[in-house]
DNA sequence: TTAGGATATTCGGATAACCGAATAACGTGA
DNA sequence: TCACGTTATTCGGTTATCCGAATATCCTAA
């Protein structure tokens, strides 16, 4: 069974994308780093405000900055995670639509395997479990 | 070039997942479909809020319900989303870090790169561009 | 039809997010 | 050093989110 994820923390990362200019800029970052005043003439928001979702980006490590002189050039320090979040995003999938019976035959199914997984007792096959790890 | 993202609406829907309770109720869907009452066992909410978050998850078309009875049993309407951003936020990707240089190098070749492709003058292989629809 | 279980909604107060304006901090070239 | 360009931070008002409490709605069995 997939261990159960850090809500907390999970969720703390996702708000840092949960909002039309972060994700913009993300955006932006994907395509190659770029300093705020670029950002600036490729976003409709002003320099502070830029700078305040930078501050949210950086925070949530999803963003970074080398300085060349005067100027900060930001990048993704995490473009995997990035590149692939904003894909999922873009991507739309149709919709399921299920019906009580479908519903009560999936609980059912999954109530089996978990008395399956929790009373391995007719141990055809010896008790040698391959520990996963 | 990948089409822009519709930002505003990618936002609404990451903003869906930014909650730990939220990210918790579609985990425990993932494992399969759940009513109310099964999701208060399993998490640390009441009732009334539990309905609260169905209430944005639903409006955000993450969940559905089918009606069994006096229960309602939730469900993922696009499990493949879920799961896959699920796992997404769930693995970790080491930090990148740049130097000065680099971003540097990175611009220029992203500079040359837009030259290239806004001057396509040297066409051989002549105009008839396949018109994307 | 009514009682009771399951779920949803409404309301209100607390907290957090958001953004513009002003200003601070930093780096560079003169 | 100084002025200026670039970016960050602080402040304050507005709006949004969150959650408990109370209540409403819906369903079913008796």
Redesign the pocket.
């Known amino acids: 069974m997939a261990a159960p994820i850090e809500t907390q923390a999970a969720a703390e990362l996702l708000?840092a994308f949960?909002?039309p200019?972060r994700l913009a800029i993300l955006q932006e970052l994907a395509a190659g780093p770029k300093?705020?005043?670029d950002m600036e003439e490729l976003l409709p928001?002003?320099?502070?405000?830029i700078?305040?979702?930078?501050?949210?980006l950086r925070y949530a490590r999803l963003v970074d900055?080398a300085?060349d002189?005067?100027?900060?050039c930001y990048y993704l320090c995490r473009p995997r995670l990035v590149q692939d979040l904003l894909g999922l995003v873009d991507r739309d999938e149709p919709l399921v639509k299920r019906t009580p019976e479908e519903i009560r035959a999936d609980k059912e199914r999954l109530a089996r395997a978990l008395e399956r997984a929790s009373r391995p007792k007719s141990g055809k096959r010896g008790r040698r479990a391959k520990v996963s790890r």
């Open positions: 708000k949960s909002h200019t300093c705020v005043t928001a002003r320099q502070a405000n700078s305040q979702h930078l501050a949210v900055y300085q002189g005067a100027l900060r």
